[in-house]
């Protein structure tokens, strides 16, 4: 893969790569009742995606992918072959040794999962429309207590 084709596409993940990231992801967030797991949701795309973005994010994103290779090799293979209980396990001892990866991957799980449409549209949520919003017309009198307490910062010589 050439960088002109990294940079285009948003790829930085070899096919091994992805499964692993997916694996984790639906560890982190699981599949439960309705709600499909993350990584069945293809977020790992949306995480690689953001990593791709930035030198940093595509460094701490390939680093925490061999960390948890390591630990599962560690626990006895590979991270996709572990029972799901030896899969947490994995996670919580990557959490501990690369917490900066580890925080960096649920945040971007999250958004990813959150901002999905299959998600949005299972959480029943709309987003704001403003066709059909109509705002109440200001009420100055609320900020009558606000007016009547008085200044309550300090001014500063800026």
Request: charge should be negative; glycine fraction near 6%; aromatic fraction near 8%.
């Amino acid at each position: 893969m050439d960088v002109k084709t990294m940079t285009t596409t948003n790829e930085i993940l070899s096919a091994d790569q992805r499964a692993l990231l997916s694996a984790a992801l639906n560890c982190i967030i699981p599949a439960q009742g309705e709600m499909p797991a993350a990584g069945d949701l293809d977020i790992g795309g949306f995480v690689e995606s953001v990593a791709a973005g930035n030198a940093e994010s595509r460094r701490r994103l390939l680093e925490g992918l061999v960390q948890i290779q390591l630990v599962a090799a560690e626990q006895g293979g590979d991270f996709q072959a572990l029972p799901a209980d030896a899969q947490m396990d994995a996670l919580r001892a990557v959490e501990s040794s690369a917490s900066e990866f580890f925080q960096y991957l649920v945040t971007q799980t999250y958004r990813g999962y959150y901002t999905n449409e299959t998600v949005t549209s299972l959480l029943s949520y709309r987003a704001p429309n403003r066709q059909d919003y109509d705002p109440l017309p200001f009420d100055d009198s609320l900020l009558e207590p606000v007016r009547q307490r008085g200044q309550i910062w300090v001014p500063t010589n800026g």
